[in-house]
């Protein structure tokens, strides 16, 4: 199959077919709950929800205060404080959120919730901050999430403002 066929324009997500992989992700994630959770809460929270690439759903406009995040994910629904470009514009943080999703399948979907907040504790615990040391941030790519690596500063020395992942202007802005 080539590129700009008219079969890969109608595939779901705006950048063409998923790999097997995806879609056992996404079939895992709407058996398994936490997809229908995340819908769920996009409703709540009166979003617009649109396909997204490689099966992920964009909730957009998410206002709710918590949790304190440019960007969430539940199954294969990622939320965005911002509107539905700001995920085309922002790559790195997609597919960040995209691992999340991923890890929601591998833990057979909402036991992420309960392992996520005990790895989000230890790595506060740690270092101050909920994603540095937390094992799912890790894997889902720290600088992506705009979480500091362990070690690093929580404050910026230059301008004494907070660095990490927990506040909506460090993860991508709120727009």
Known sequence: MTCGTKEQE???????LMTSGQRLRQIANMLNGSTLLGLLLAACARTSVSPGPRGLLIASRYHW?????AAFT???VVLFRAGPEFARENPALLRHEERHSTQYA???GLPF???YFLA??????RTGNPGSSNVFE????????GYPRPGMPLTNPRTGRRLGGFAPEHRGGLQ
């Not at 109608?10 to 063409?16: A, E, K, R, S, T």
């Not at 989000?120 to 615990?125: E, P």
């Open 113 to 115: 919730l309960p392992l």
């Open 74 to 76: 539940v199954g294969n």
């Open 106 to 108: 591998c833990c057979l």
């Open 10 to 16: 109608v595939q779901p997500g705006y950048d063409g």
């Open 138 to 145: 890790l894997h889902a790519g720290l600088e992506a999430g």
């Open 65 to 69: 205060r918590l949790p304190l995040a």
């Open 120 to 125: 989000a504790g230890w790595s506060l615990w």
